[in-house]
């Protein structure tokens, strides 16, 4: 192949990539959405809510670390890349959710109401450190 069909190729891998990153963070999203009380776009956009944001931060990161993982770990295989950014981002989702119900049963009280409040809550860092850690953890399974 001549440098324009290798850039075309490349750029339509990074435009399958992109838009299976994307399904993947809004499927985050909607997973901390029901993880937690209220509308979260509400929280965010309208209340401004600093604790939401960090938890919402800290899952999109999390997801995008696997999916970066996977697609380094493909080697240039695009399909091989796209299976593994979409099976393991999706058990990284699934493990996120996982392990904010484990946190919530590890603290007193109920920890989504906890986390939308108004008031910095330092529960927010934890939580947040515990849904990037999972998404490392993930990140360094695929292979």
Avoid at 30 to 41: C, S, V, Y
Avoid at 114 to 135: F, H, N
């Amino acid at each position: 192949m001549d440098y324009w069909e290798d850039l075309l190729t490349e750029l339509g891998s990074g435009l399958l990539y992109g838009l299976v990153g994307i399904v993947l963070l809004a499927l985050g999203y909607r997973m901390m959405d029901a993880l937690t009380p209220g509308h979260l776009g509400r929280q965010l956009c309208e209340d401004r809510n600093r604790n939401a944001g960090v938890i919402v931060s800290s899952a999109m990161l999390a997801v995008g670390i696997i999916v970066t993982s996977a697609i380094i770990a493909s080697d240039g295989d695009l399909a091989k890349g796209l299976g593994q950014s979409a099976g393991f981002g999706l058990l990284g989702i699934g493990l996120l959710g996982v392990a904010f119900v484990v946190v919530d049963l590890l603290t007193p009280g109920k920890l989504g109401d906890i986390l939308m409040g108004d008031e910095p809550e330092p529960m927010v860092y934890v939580t947040g450190a515990t849904l990037l850690s999972i998404g490392g953890i993930v990140a360094a399974a695929i292979s």
